[in-house]
């Protein structure tokens, strides 16, 4: 007891100072091996570089300044902890104005709160992590969630919840997320511009996403490459904005249609775009494909479910016209 006492006096001493805000931890969950070392990065672009501190959820606490970094993810701050005992362990991270980062570490299980997450960025966040799950409520407060589940094999939560109405970017945010089927239906997504990626490699997803607002988006290239298991209405998706669909539904095996509202005459990159798609019926003979400049491979010529348009400036088996 007398030891606890001690340990929670000295943590509130190490908390960073901030007169305007109540430090909250950034607190997860982790799994551990006996004699195992994981690591937390940090970053941060503050003029003054704050003071950190990690309660490991082992009686120890370490204390550092994360140091200011420059351009993207350079002279950034990475610390390392062992533990001695096989086991959970909630670690706690107090910081004010910095970022961090958990990419590669497999112990890491869930977050069970964003404490006083102030988002610049969360691209690869979770990259290739262990990550199963999120029990934190709400979400970071970002605009821009690129690359967040990136590679996060074991990643598979409902994140419908979460408020996604001030959001622009979402790129790669589940690519390779190869677990990955959560429910993301009713997601208010008025403001997203960049969905390429999204799904690239999601080889699991299959969520109802017909009801998304799409009237905004702009980058929609390998949105749906490689999702092997997706089949999903898109007949009211409005993707008029774009103009590269390089690759959009590569290898989509399982995709039936219908598509989405293309603005054809905008449309210059075509490559890949229904390749490997076999599944696809699709009756595309009235494009107008006079602005397209590449289409190589736009679909599998032993493919023969989809009508194709007379290409004008291109070829899809890559000779010469």
């Known amino acids: 007891m007398t030891s606890t006492i001690i340990t929670f006096i000295f943590l509130l001493l190490s908390l960073p100072s901030h007169s305007a805000q109540v430090v909250i931890p950034f607190e997860t969950l982790w799994e551990v091996d006996d004699n195992e070392t994981i690591e937390i990065t940090t970053y941060n672009y503050a003029r003054t570089p704050p003071k950190v501190t990690i309660d490991w959820g082992d009686n120890n606490i370490e204390n550092f300044i994360s140091k200011q970094t420059r351009g993207l993810w350079e002279n950034e701050t990475s610390v390392k902890h062992t533990y001695i005992n096989k086991g959970a362990y909630k670690v706690r991270i107090y910081f004010v104005d910095s970022m961090v980062r958990f990419d590669n570490q497999s112990a890491l299980k869930s977050i069970l709160n964003w404490g006083n997450y102030g988002c610049y960025i969360v691209n690869g966040i979770f990259k290739n992590s262990g990550l199963e799950r999120i029990d934190a409520e709400g979400q970071p407060n970002c605009d821009d969630f690129t690359g967040m589940f990136r590679m996060a094999k074991h990643f598979n939560d409902d994140l419908n919840h979460w408020d996604m109405s001030n959001v622009t970017r979402i790129s790669a945010m589940f690519s390779g997320a190869i677990s990955f089927n959560g429910n993301i239906s009713d997601w208010e997504t008025s403001n997203l511009e960049d969905v390429s990626n999204l799904f690239k490699n999601a080889k699991m997803f299959n969520g109802d996403i017909s009801q998304w607002n799409t009237n905004n988006i702009s980058d929609v290239d390998y949105l749906f490459s490689g999702a092997e298991k997706f089949n999903q209405d898109l007949s009211q998706w409005n993707l008029t904005k774009a103009t590269n669909i390089d690759s959009l539904f590569y290898n989509a095996k399982s995709f039936k249609g219908p598509l989405p509202k293309l603005a054809i005459d905008n449309i210059t990159y075509a490559r890949n775009a ?26 599998n010529p032993e493919d023969n479910q989809i009508t194709l348009p007379a290409f004008e400036n291109c070829s899809i088996t890559g000779n010469s016209l």
């Not at 229904?274 to 679909?299: E, M, P, R």
Request: hydrophobic share 40%.
């Open 274 to 299: 229904f390749y490997g798609a076999s599944l696809l019926k699709a009756d595309l003979s009235n494009w107008k494909t006079n602005h397209i400049n590449y289409c190589y491979h736009f679909v």
